[in-house]
């Protein structure tokens, strides 16, 4: 079945550990990618997307993730994470000619002072 | 000022009753969603709503109906809840089709006892 697939389901880290959480798609064709963050007990929030252009795209937060279109891939990337940064982070993707946001399961960081 | 707001944000209800949550959203925007996010975190569309109309109804139990009285607000109408309607429900808005940037709301917690 076509899916967003995110293999890391939780992830923990020291402060200044440099993070990567992947994400897969299996649609063909033109898609929408996009990163979104929950904060513990917050609404879901857009950190980065990616509609065409530069496939490295920078978000907030000093977050970036990098379309790689031959591997179906999104990773999102941040150099040096901030306790601050623990939440639940979401990849999400709009495949061409679907008028719906398809959500991977998402991934939970843990960031430790 | 909210740009996405839903009430209750807890609601705490015996199996068998009905229930509704309220949607707003003050962003002018024409297509209105409502998620559900299970306790596993996942999350998935339930409906999508363009100017009052119907445009996504995925594969979710007719006890549920969305009600758009204006494209300002989408309420979801629960009959006969059930122990599996435990979730997090989220609202969700957008200028136009999904693929641009969505706005949550808060969410609204569920719990059917």
């Known amino acids: 079945a076509q899916s967003v697939s995110q293999h890391n389901h939780h992830v923990i880290l020291s402060e200044a550990a440099s993070l990567e959480l992947g994400c897969n798609y299996s649609y063909g064709g033109t898609v929408n990618l996009f990163w979104y963050v929950q904060y513990p007990g917050q609404h879901l929030q857009l950190l980065l997307k990616y509609f065409s252009g530069d496939p490295l795209v920078k978000g907030i937060k000093g977050f970036e993730a990098e379309f790689i279109k031959s591997k179906f891939s999104f990773n999102l990337r941040k150099p040096s994470v901030q306790w601050s940064d623990t939440a639940e982070y979401f990849c999400?993707?709009?495949?061409?000619?679907?008028?719906?946001?398809?959500f991977g399961a998402g991934t939970r960081l843990a960031v430790h002072p | 000022d909210t740009a996405v707001s839903q009430t209750p944000k807890y609601l705490v209800t015996q199996m068998g009753n009905d229930k509704s949550i309220k949607c707003e959203q003050n962003?002018?925007?024409?297509?209105m969603y409502w998620y559900k996010q299970d306790s596993k975190k996942f999350l998935k569309i339930m409906f999508s709503?363009?100017?009052?109309?119907?445009?996504i109804n995925e594969t979710v139990p007719n006890r549920f109906s969305p009600k758009s009285p204006d494209k300002a607000h989408l309420n979801l109408h629960i009959n006969s809840l059930e122990l599996g309607d435990s979730a997090v429900y989220f609202c969700a808005s957008s200028p136009g089709q999904p693929n641009e940037k969505l706005f949550f709301g808060s969410g609204t917690q569920l719990s059917v006892l």
């Open positions: 962003l002018g925007h024409d297509t």
């Open positions: 999400a993707v709009t495949p061409n000619g679907y008028n719906k946001l398809i």
């Open positions: 709503y363009n100017n009052k109309e119907l445009i």
